[in-house]
Nanobody, 118 residues
Framework: QVQLVESGGQLIQAGDSLRLSCAAS????????MGWFRQAPGKSREFVAD???????SYADSVKGRFTISRDNAKNTVYLQMNSLKVEDTAVYYC????????????WGQGTQVTVSS
């Protein structure tokens, strides 16, 4: 079983930067594929970024060049650095994990609210 706890969400102004953290417990990060997702009010949850055990990353087109996902295996923590934030980035951000041999995310955090004001 994997537990995920996100932190770092807050109210912030457009153009500013913010870093979200996701602390994992129950398994070591090098056995997990980690992702960030978000859900805006009235919208479906959408993929933001992910990082494999080898460090290979991928991003949604909407955040490419502005967001960076990273992992610190020693701290068992994944980060999402968000720069040049836009009002449309406002959402609840969720951390997710799956075993590296699976294609479906099995574990989810409770979410952290990011609100970007104009």
């Amino acid at each position: 079983q994997v537990q995920l706890v996100e932190s770092g969400g807050q109210l912030i102004q457009a153009g500013d930067s913010l870093r979200l953290s996701c602390a994992a417990s129950g398994r070591t990060l090098n056995t997990l594929h980690m992702g960030w997702f978000r859900q805006a009010p009235g919208k479906s949850r959408e993929f933001v970024a992910d990082i494999g055990w080898s460090g290979i990353t991928s991003y949604a087109d909407s955040v490419k060049g502005r967001f960076t996902i990273s992992r610190d295996n020693a701290k068992n923590t994944v980060y999402l650095q968000m720069n040049s934030l836009k009002v449309e980035d406002t959402a609840v951000y969720y951390c997710a994990a799956r075993m590296i041999y699976k294609s479906v995310y099995d574990y989810w955090g409770q979410g952290t609210q990011v609100t970007v004001s104009s």
